[in-house]
Structures are given as structure tokens and as C-alpha cells.
T-cell receptor
Framework: DAKTTQPPSMDCAEGRAANLPCNHS???????VYWYRQIHSQGPQYIIH???NNETNEMASLIITEDRKSSTLILPHATLRDTAVYYC???????????FGAGTQVVVTP | NAGVMQNPRHLVRRRGQEARLRCSPM?????VYWYRQLPEEGLKFMVY????????ESGMPKERFSAEFPKEGPSILRIQQVVRGDSAAYFC??????????????FGPGTRLTVL
């Protein structure tokens, strides 16, 4: 049973920021929000994760609402190589498995 | 630092044969996970192993599928008497620890199994 809800698809213009929403209204206090992406036919790639605070790394930024019921992944300057399925996953950091939902198919266009 | 390696990348088997998929985790990683992606479907967790131990096999089919991660050598996902429905991409991932704040899983390129 999915713990997250994401839009099935979205388009983004190359060079613009891509804002990917995720709802996780049943998240518990010890669960993290993880983001992975899967470029066509490749293995998934870790992007970023967070618990309460906003996070930023070289790939993206993660904005988590104060009530933690939703979050947004931001790709600051989308490129054509960012075209992929993006997965928002809620999990306890101490537990191994990742439960992938359907994700959001992001298409970056020139 | 080599990433997660899987071989073979493509495997073709006839119905009833056995398939062996191998996964070498990243250097220093002792936790291995197997996932399956059926055509046009999402990734599904199968099994989680540490060295010589199965930690979570809640996603493994009850029959014909087994996994091991011996003290030495790669992790092996074994499918006996394959059927056409086993045709899928099988991904392996590894991580350094099972706990703590940093527990990213790093994925391999996958093995594409085709059952004729």
C-alpha cells in the first residue's frame, strides 16, 4: 500500500526549475522522505532525503512542509538528461527495503 | 570506486530452465537488496540480505525463487524452472549500513531476464 501520492506525469522546459510534489499525509515521526529517479531502463538513482528540515545537495533541493504531510523536490535547472521517473518514498531510515510507487514521469523538453 | 555490478546484463532462458543472477555490491557494503520490475510496472522489493543472512524476504515468491549472500563472493538470485511471467528486469542494490541517517541504496544496472 502506497504511503505517497504523486502526479503521474509532468513536463518541464529545459533550463527552468522543475517542482515535483509528493503527498505523504500518513507519515510518522520517525519516517524519512526519500527521492530516487529512474532514467529509462537504468537502475534507480538516489537523489536526496530528509526528515524535517529542508535539504539541498548538488542534484536537488527538498522542501518538507512543517506538518510533514507533503514535500517538493526541486530540480533547479532541468536538463534533457533529467527526463526520468521520479519516486517519492517514505521509509524508516533503519529499515532496508524501498517501496516504490508509480512515481512521476518527468519529461524535459528543449 | 566501482559501483554495484550485476551480471549477466541480459539472460535468455527457456521455460523450465534455471536462471542465476549475480550481484557484487559496492566496496565496503555488506547489505544487498533485490528488486524486480515487470514490463510496464513499478519496482517491487523482493529480498534483503546481509552477509550469510536473509533479513527480509517478504517480497519473494514462495516457490522457485531463492537468494543468498555468502561470506565470500557475490549475492545470487536463483530462479528455478522459469516461466514466461518471470521475464523482467532484476535490480540489485547495496548499502553500507541498515541504520542511521545515511542509508542510501546504490543500484546496479540490472539483469534483463527473458524467458522463451
Amino acid at each position: 500500500d502506497a504511503k505517497t501520492t504523486q502526479p503521474p506525469s509532468m513536463d518541464c522546459a529545459e533550463g527552468r526549475a522543475a517542482n515535483l510534489p509528493c503527498n505523504h499525509s500518513t507519515i510518522s515521526g520517525n519516517e524519512y522522505v526519500y527521492w530516487y529517479r529512474q532514467i529509462h531502463s537504468q537502475g534507480p538513482q538516489y537523489i536526496i532525503h530528509g526528515l524535517k528540515n529542508n535539504e539541498t545537495n548538488e542534484m536537488a533541493s527538498l522542501i518538507i512542509t512543517e506538518d510533514r504531510k507533503s514535500s517538493t523536490l526541486i530540480l533547479p535547472h532541468a536538463t534533457l538528461r533529467d527526463t526520468a521517473v521520479y519516486y517519492c518514498i517514505v521509509r524508516e531510515a533503519t529499515w532496508g527495503k524501498l517501496q516504490f510507487g508509480a512515481g512521476t514521469q518527468v519529461v524535459v523538453t528543449p | 570506486n566501482a559501483g554495484v555490478m550485476q551480471n549477466p546484463r541480459h539472460l535468455v532462458r527457456r521455460r523450465g530452465q534455471e536462471a542465476r543472477l549475480r550481484c557484487s555490491p559496492m566496496k565496503g557494503h555488506s547489505h544487498v537488496y533485490w528488486y524486480r520490475q515487470l514490463p510496464e510496472e513499478g519496482l517491487k522489493f523482493m529480498v534483503y540480505l546481509q552477509k550469510e543472512n536473509i533479513i527480509d524476504e517478504s517480497g519473494m515468491p514462495k516457490e522457485r525463487f531463492s537468494a543468498e549472500f555468502p561470506k565470500e563472493g557475490p549475492s545470487i538470485l536463483r530462479i528455478q524452472q522459469v516461466v514466461r511471467g518471470d521475464s523482467a528486469a532484476y535490480f540489485c542494490a547495496s548499502s553500507a549500513t541498515s541504520g542511521g541517517d545515511r542509508n542510501e541504496q546504490f543500484f546496479g544496472p540490472g539483469t534483463r531476464l527473458t524467458v522463451l
